[in-house]
């Protein structure tokens, strides 16, 4: 195996198994945003 | 010399050089869509225009004198003469100092997309500043000053760069690195946006990205394999690893963001492709598909500090064109010096790890030659143009938005 079938199997490898430490759980999301009222909505909230 | 024979043309290389030229030509509305997505909302036209723009700006000034200073007679192995204005003397005979077996004017357009998309890739660090007249005079300046020379000393068989042996399959350091290094003076230069570093400036349309990264993707085929200039072996090898690099740069940059951030980011995915697909270039034609999935992952891991360290500085190359076509060129072009191996291009040469250490010096002057010619020439337009036309949008038209100010066009009318 040459050095550059080394080097790819290692940063692969790298990648890969990286994955399984990586956490799964997702991130609370953020605050909804309030969109602007605009058009018919605007008129009925008026 | 080479015989007649040589210069029949082949019908399949043609057809594969043409249909690379149409590819590469996608991959400038595909960055226009990339960048697009990446700035606010405000600007996306404006930042969609840019690219767009160039696509005609340059195709025109390639047939006049662009193709003729890159590729022309040789003087002085720096620049070509003007012997081809107007393309004259550019036919439909094969030229068998470029490709012996399609027409001249198929490699003349196949490259007229490189100087397209080169100038286009710069727009990514002003976009939301700069004033539409300054982009339309710089960017006709660099084409012709900085990019077409450049051109010529790494792909004319005369240029200086060609003959001490510099590898370059597809533009590490033509199309890349001098649109990185340029890119950078221009943020220097035009200063930060307004607001910058004080509000978020969120990319206004993620998956407008996806789609102008996956477009990019596609069309690297063309920029790639199409540099073989023939529908052969050599094309095939530089289609796998073009294809294997970005894949890797995607996966590693991704993981990258996961690990810090927590979260497998969708546009880090994205620009890890692209980084991927730029490291690649230079080293398309040269190395094999093991050595794609070093510079792949390595582009995936440099550009992404990069663009970290970037933030560090508050320097405002708004969408880090530096971090991913600078030093991701930087890295391609020095990588194809490691890399390299006469088993995959008989006509390149080995690099360090294949017994050739010479090859990684040549390589470095190649990438500081190209370095210190973008920078300073890049830096002096900028000067000149600025003497005429202010480079930056004023206050309220940067406030209000590039689309309205300078085009009068909104984006979007919802």
Redesign the interface.
Known sequence: M????V??VI??A??FL??FV??SK??AAPPAVELPQAGLAQEIAA | MEGPDTLKIDSGDTAWVLASAALVLLMTPALGFFYGGLVRKKNALSTIMHSFFILALISVQWVLWGYSIAFGPDHFHLFGGLEWFGLNGVGLEPNKDYAATIPHQAFMVFQMMFAVITPALITGAFAERKRFKAFVIFTLLWATFIYDPLAHWVWSPNGWLHQLGALDFAGGTVVHISSGVSAIVCALVLGRRLGFGEEKMEPHDTTMVVLGASLLWFGWFGFNAGSALSAGGLATSAFVVTNTASAMGALTWMTMSWWRKKQPSVIGAACGAVAGLVAITPASGYVNVMGSVVIGFGAGVICYAAVHLRERTKVDDALDVFAVHGIGGTFGALATGLFATVSINAAGGNGLFYGNPKQLGIQLVAVAATWVWAGVGTFVILKLVNLFVPLRVDEAEEVQGLDVSQHGEPAYAI
């Open positions: 040459d050095i550059t079938t080097l790819a940063s692969s790298a990648v990286a994955w990586l956490p997702g991130v």
